[in-house]
């Protein structure tokens, strides 16, 4: 008899934090990861000998009060956070700089646009006002839309009043900045198309949507709920992101959770419309009081569920769930640091140790857009790069370097199809998914596009991974592809993540909970959906 009382699916960040808290509240979770590694998505993975990656996510902060529970500084977790959050390359000039400091980034900015280094700070004090006001809303679980308690009526009123207290002009902004498209927004505040682009690019990193968009402005407001900044930014962990989910998984661990490696999982058991227990792959049966899902709402409901146990108009719902990926990961061991063609080789290389923004202008990043929306990927896409090396050589042997690029827009439905020889076909030739065919094409056009900013690129590169959205979706789990488990537009945000009825880590089915990125608040690296799961879940299970 199994003396596991709740299980979680998947050993992603916020499976494992959401496991920490169950049992810091007495009870005994167990979490079945399908790989023989945890982590999810946050892994670090060699991918060429002596070259280990972040392999499908980079960077992103977690929350601190995560840190501050866990304790995890007790695991040896070491936290990187550059001076600088960002540097926009640019091909005409020194590149664009945003530092943590805010009195050194109007600084620079001054060098390229004196107005747009004045206005940078009442840009910042603007969403640092906003983010305040809406920093409880990421703690929050969403309310019940169709019958909301007193509770949560209760919550609703104090986040009101937050607002309210923020001014007519930033509750104005507030309210238009929603449903904008981001280029709209990146316009009001500044001239230099450079950083037009650069600010505009949070709002749809991830996400199949161009900055001419509607609703790609709702992203900043997340980000600067997080942290006051709507520009994100590059927070690292040395050892890459898999030493962060092993000191959550030790964690864990010592506070009474189990975690089982190599366990896929076939179906969720449902008995009388309610969650029992979970069947492996190999047929062994987990009785369980309960079922935490941290895979993403398709998956959960489409794979997971039988389509019996839910209604047919929840089932409709779930499949116009929109997670369509757009983002492609290339990995490049590298035997020096690219030249970028700047004569201050120090500076620069502080500068190339946060994030590195590719995308010269709105224009460009629109474009880039076009081609997914046709089906087909960018021969110029936009880039979020960084080169964790730079502040942890652990990653890479003795003066080589790891770069991460994360290369939008690449469709997880790509046009066309491929054909293939297949000796285990019974037919000459078998179809193959297209992206099969054109994954090292993709590289090249990332790799290409790049070296228009560093020429000795090509001659560096000792080898190189490419992973596309249908890679990620193999390799991770990830329906569609999406780093995000969803759009994070306004339709699937806050009481519509993933679905309106759905968006309180609880779902149809009796003691089946949802705890993964597809949840409030969002997708990244915050571990925030976890905490929030939760707390629901051990609200329910001590009733």
Same mark, same amino acid.
């Given at each position: 008899?199994? +003396?596991?009382?709740?299980?979680?699916?998947?050993? @992603?960040?916020?499976?494992?934090?959401?496991?920490?808290?169950?049992?810091?509240?007495?009870?005994?979770?167990?979490?079945?990861?399908?790989?023989?590694?945890?982590?999810?998505?946050?892994?670090?993975?060699?991918?060429?000998?002596?070259?280990?990656?972040?392999?499908?996510?980079?960077?992103?902060?977690?929350?601190?009060?995560?840190?501050?529970?866990?304790?995890?500084?007790?695991?040896?977790?070491?936290?990187?956070?550059?001076?600088?959050?960002?540097?926009?390359?640019?091909?005409?000039?020194? #590149?664009?700089?945003?530092?943590?400091?805010?009195?050194?980034?109007?600084?620079?900015?001054?060098?390229?646009?004196?107005?747009?280094?004045?206005?940078?700070?009442?840009?910042?004090?603007?969403?640092?006002?906003?983010?305040?006001?809406?920093?409880?809303?990421?703690?929050?679980?969403?309310?019940?839309?169709?019958?909301?308690?007193?509770?949560?009526?209760?919550?609703?009123?104090?986040?009101?009043?937050?607002?309210?207290?923020?001014?007519?002009?930033?509750?104005?902004?507030?309210?238009?900045?929603?449903?904008?498209?981001?280029?709209?927004?990146?316009?009001?505040?500044?001239?230099?198309?450079?950083?037009?682009?650069?600010?505009?690019?949070?709002? !749809?990193?991830?996400?199949?949507?161009?900055?001419?968009?509607?609703?790609?402005?709702?992203?900043?407001?997340?980000?600067?709920?997080?942290? @006051?900044?709507?520009?994100?930014?590059?927070?690292?962990?040395?050892?890459?992101?898999?030493?962060?989910?092993?000191?959550?998984?030790?964690?864990?661990?010592?506070? @009474?959770?189990?975690?089982?490696? +190599?366990?896929?999982?076939?179906?969720?058991?449902?008995?009388?419309?309610?969650?029992?227990?979970?069947?492996?792959?190999?047929?062994?049966?987990?009785?369980?009081?309960?079922?935490? =899902?941290?895979?993403? #709402?398709?998956?959960?409901?489409?794979?997971?569920?039988?389509?019996?146990?839910?209604?047919?108009?929840?089932?409709?719902?779930?499949?116009?769930?929109?997670?369509?990926?757009?983002?492609?990961?290339?990995?490049?061991?590298?035997?020096?640091?690219?030249?970028?063609?700047?004569?201050?080789?120090?500076?620069?290389?502080?500068?190339? =140790?946060?994030?590195?923004?590719?995308?010269?202008?709105?224009?460009?990043?629109?474009?880039?857009?076009?081609?997914?929306?046709?089906?087909?990927?960018?021969?110029?896409?936009?880039?979020? !790069?960084?080169?964790?090396?730079?502040?942890?050589?652990?990653?890479?042997?003795?003066?080589?370097?790891?770069?991460?690029?994360?290369?939008?827009?690449?469709?997880?439905?790509? +046009?066309?199809?491929?054909?293939?020889?297949?000796?285990?076909?019974?037919?000459?030739?078998?179809?193959?998914?297209?992206?099969?065919?054109?994954?090292?094409?993709?590289?090249?056009?990332?790799?290409?596009?790049?070296?228009?900013?560093?020429?000795?690129?090509?001659?560096?590169?000792?080898?190189?991974?490419?992973?596309?959205?249908?890679?990620?979706?193999?390799?991770?789990?990830?329906?569609?592809?999406?780093?995000?488990?969803?759009?994070?537009?306004?339709?699937?945000?806050?009481?519509?993540?993933?679905?309106? @009825?759905?968006?309180?880590?609880?779902?149809?089915?009796?003691?089946?909970?949802?705890?993964?990125?597809?949840?409030? #608040?969002?997708?990244?690296?915050?571990?925030? #959906?976890?905490?929030?799961?939760?707390?629901?879940?051990?609200?329910?299970?001590?009733?």
């Amino acid at each position: 008899m199994l +003396n596991r009382d709740i299980i979680i699916i998947g050993a @992603g960040h916020n499976g494992l934090v959401a496991a920490y808290y169950l049992a810091k509240a007495g009870f005994k979770p167990l979490v079945l990861e399908r790989r023989d590694i945890i982590g999810g998505a946050c892994t670090t993975e060699e991918f060429h000998p002596g070259f280990r990656a972040s392999l499908a996510s980079s960077a992103g902060p977690l929350s601190s009060q995560i840190v501050n529970d866990l304790q995890l500084h007790r695991y040896g977790l070491e936290f990187i956070q550059p001076r600088v959050r960002v540097a926009a390359l640019n091909l005409n000039g020194p #590149p664009i700089c945003i530092y943590e400091d805010a009195k050194g980034t109007a600084d620079e900015l001054a060098a390229h646009s004196k107005q747009d280094s004045e206005k940078y700070s009442e840009f910042l004090s603007c969403f640092n006002n906003i983010g305040r006001a809406l920093r409880p809303l990421l703690t929050m679980t969403p309310p019940n839309l169709d019958a909301p308690s007193k509770s949560e009526l209760w919550g609703l009123g104090k986040l009101g009043w937050k607002i309210r207290g923020l001014g007519k002009k930033d509750e104005y902004r507030l309210l238009r900045y929603g449903p904008m498209a981001v280029a709209d927004l990146a316009a009001e505040w500044f001239d230099n198309e450079l950083l037009r682009a650069l600010v505009a690019a949070r709002g !749809i990193f991830g996400a199949f949507a161009g900055p001419w968009s509607a609703g790609t402005s709702a992203p900043l407001l997340l980000q600067a709920a997080q942290s @006051g900044n709507p520009i994100a930014p590059a927070a690292f962990v040395k050892g890459g992101l898999g030493a962060l989910t092993e000191a959550i998984a030790k964690a864990a661990t010592e506070a @009474g959770a189990e975690i089982r490696r +190599n366990c896929d999982i076939a179906e969720v058991q449902i008995s009388n419309g309610r969650a029992v227990g979970v069947v492996l792959g190999d047929g062994q049966e987990l009785p369980a009081r309960a079922v935490v =899902s941290n895979a993403d #709402p398709k998956t959960t409901f489409l794979k997971l569920v039988d389509a019996a146990a839910l209604d047919p108009s929840f089932l409709q719902k779930i499949q116009n769930y929109r997670a369509h990926g757009t983002v492609a990961k290339v990995n490049l061991a590298l035997s020096a640091l690219p030249d970028f063609g700047v004569s201050d080789k120090l500076k620069f290389v502080e500068q190339l =140790s946060g994030r590195i923004h590719i995308g010269p202008d709105i224009d460009y990043l629109e474009r880039a857009f076009d081609a997914a929306k046709y089906g087909d990927f960018s021969s110029r896409p936009y880039m979020d !790069i960084t080169i964790p090396t730079v502040m942890d050589s652990s990653l890479a042997p003795n003066g080589a370097h790891v770069m991460s690029i994360h290369a939008q827009f690449a469709p997880y439905k790509l +046009n066309g199809y491929a054909r293939v020889p297949c000796a285990a076909s019974s037919t000459p030739e078998a179809c193959v998914p297209v992206w099969d065919s054109r994954r090292e094409e993709l590289g090249d056009a990332v790799v290409n596009a790049l070296s228009d900013y560093a020429p000795n690129l090509k001659e560096s590169i000792v080898a190189r991974h490419v992973m596309t959205p249908l890679d990620l979706e193999n390799k991770y789990g990830l329906s569609g592809g999406h780093i995000h488990h969803g759009e994070m537009s306004l339709d699937q945000l806050f009481a519509f993540r993933p679905l309106i @009825g759905c968006a309180q880590y609880r779902s149809p089915i009796e003691n089946l909970y949802l705890c993964g990125a597809g949840t409030h #608040p969002r997708g990244g690296v915050t571990g925030a #959906p976890g905490l929030n799961a939760s707390r629901e879940v051990i609200k329910d299970m001590k009733k």
